[in-house]
C-alpha cells in the first residue's frame, strides 16, 4: 500500500466515523411533547374540536396529535402531542392547514390556562 492509499483509507475511516457520529446524535434527539388544556368560548367546544381537528391531517413529525374532551368542564379540551423534536412542532406551526385551523378557531378560544412541556420516552405507538 503507497502513502497516498494509506491517506486515502484514513480519510474514508475518519468520514464513516464523523458520519455515523452524525446519524446518532440525530437518532438521540429527545422527542418533544406538549399537554394543553384549552378553554372555548361558553357553548362553543365543539364547535371548536371539529376546527382543531380540521388542521392535524399531515403534520410531518407528529407522532402523536390528540384532542379530548375534559370530562368536568364543558367549555376545555386537552391536546396532547408528541413530535419527533422540538423544530418539527414549530415547522408545524407554519403549515397552512395549520395556519388555517388557528385563524378559524381563534374567535372561539377563551383562553389556554394550562400548559406543560414534556420529553416523551416511550409508549404505545412511539419509537424509542
Not at 483509507?9 to 446519524?23: E, M, N, R
Not at 437518532?27 to 384549552?38: D, F, N, T, V
Not at 396532547?80 to 395556519?99: C, I, M, N, R, Y
Request: glycine residues 10%.
Amino acid at each position: 500500500m503507497t502513502i497516498l492509499d494509506r491517506r486515502d483509507a484514513l480519510a474514508g475511516g475518519l468520514a464513516a466515523a464523523a458520519f455515523a457520529s452524525t446519524a446518532q446524535a440525530q437518532e438521540s434527539k429527545p422527542m418533544y411533547g406538549l399537554i394543553g388544556q384549552m378553554l372555548a368560548a361558553p357553548g362553543k367546544r365543539d364547535e371548536l374540536l371539529a376546527i382543531l381537528g380540521e388542521g392535524t391531517g399531515d403534520m410531518p413529525g407528529c407522532l402523536s396529535y390528540v384532542i379530548a374532551r375534559d370530562p368536568t368542564n364543558a367549555d376545555a379540551l386537552w391536546i396532547t402531542e408528541v413530535w419527533t423534536d422540538k423544530d418539527a412542532h414549530a415547522a408545524s406551526l407554519k403549515l397552512p392547514g395549520v395556519q388555517a385551523a388557528i385563524a378559524k378557531g381563534r374567535p372561539l378560544i377563551a383562553g389556554f390556562p394550562q400548559r406543560f412541556e414534556t420529553t416523551p420516552v416511550i409508549g404505545h405507538g412511539l419509537k424509542a
